[in-house]
């Protein structure tokens, strides 16, 4: 594992601010806005400290002030302009840049502090789809980049599960109100990515459909447990990383096998591996799904 950050490449900036390389430097060398370190090698460097700075630049310089300006302001001033700004009009760059300090800082209480004032204006869904999901596919790009190490990756994304396990278990309290169907959710083996499992589950609860979520790395044939119970079973399961593209098409056919003891159950299936699956719909009680809302509207 990657060790955890402590100061970034110029690269690095553009990609957590959105602001070009050459801008950055502009601004640093006109306005001294910033004041980088150097390697051994001449190579500019720069801490979190000029991070958190650059990102409330960002915020102000979208929101129309001349960068000349914001130069003028300060250290000190710079935070409480962007505090108003925020108080005036809630922004979705200033969250989303927010959680990425979180991230950054591994600071839970501005983590906290961002979700609690979003529940004040938006319901769970709202936020997953108009912040969640914005965050977590950047993320992606991040990591990729090697801007951010997976342990950035995983105080965020286990941060958002608490988050969607607590309106979960609000919802689970209530007796399912649409009782034909139960939908039982699972991961394949060896895939441990649940966080868009997790939401599927809560929306299925929302929905007022029966759940049963078994999480991580279930084997096929365990899952023929279930067909003991109930009948009429909504497999959903979520390929990430597994099963790889080239054994999507075994894997259907183990599957077949477990739906042909239950002719009324079927196996939806989401996730970055299915993307790219040569077949638009397999054939048979297999569909599958492009996004969590294509899964949802079909409900």
Do not use: C
């Amino acid at each position: 594992m990657n060790s955890v950050k402590t100061s970034f490449s110029i690269r690095d900036m553009e990609n957590l601010s959105g602001i070009k390389a050459h801008t950055i430097r502009i601004w640093e060398k006109r306005y001294d806005l910033f004041r980088p370190e150097r390697t051994n090698t001449n190579i500019r460097t720069y801490n979190i400290t000029s991070l958190q700075k650059l990102l409330n630049v960002t915020l102000l310089y979208n929101n129309g002030y001349k960068i000349s300006k914001i130069a003028k302001l300060g250290d000190e001033k710079i935070p409480a302009l962007v505090n108003e700004i925020v108080s005036r009009k809630s922004e979705k760059n200033h969250i989303l840049n927010s959680l990425k300090l979180s991230m950054l800082n591994f600071d839970q209480s501005l983590f906290l502090k961002t979700y609690n004032g979003l529940m004040e204006e938006k319901s769970f869904t709202q936020i997953f789809n108009e912040v969640f999901i914005p965050l977590l596919n950047e993320l992606g790009l991040l990591w990729q980049t090697n801007t951010i190490s997976p342990a950035h990756e995983h105080f965020i994304s286990n941060l958002i599960k608490q988050k969607i396990y607590i309106h979960t278990e609000k919802l689970q309290f209530e007796t399912p109100a649409k009782k034909n169907e139960v939908y039982v959710l699972f991961l394949p083996e060896n895939e441990i990515h649940e966080l868009g499992l997790l939401y599927i589950n809560y929306q299925l609860a929302l929905h007022g459909y029966k759940t049963i979520y078994l999480g991580q790395t279930m084997p096929v044939e365990s899952l023929e447990d279930l067909l003991k119970y109930y009948d009429n079973i909504r497999f959903i399961s979520y390929f990430t990383v597994a099963p790889t593209k080239d054994d999507i098409d075994d894997y259907f056919k183990r599957f077949r096998k477990v739906l042909k003891k239950s002719p009324g159950s079927k196996l939806y299936v989401l996730g970055h591996q299915i993307q790219e699956f040569e077949d638009e719909q397999p054939s048979g009680p297999i569909k599958i799904f492009k996004s969590i809302n294509q899964l949802i509207e079909s409900l």
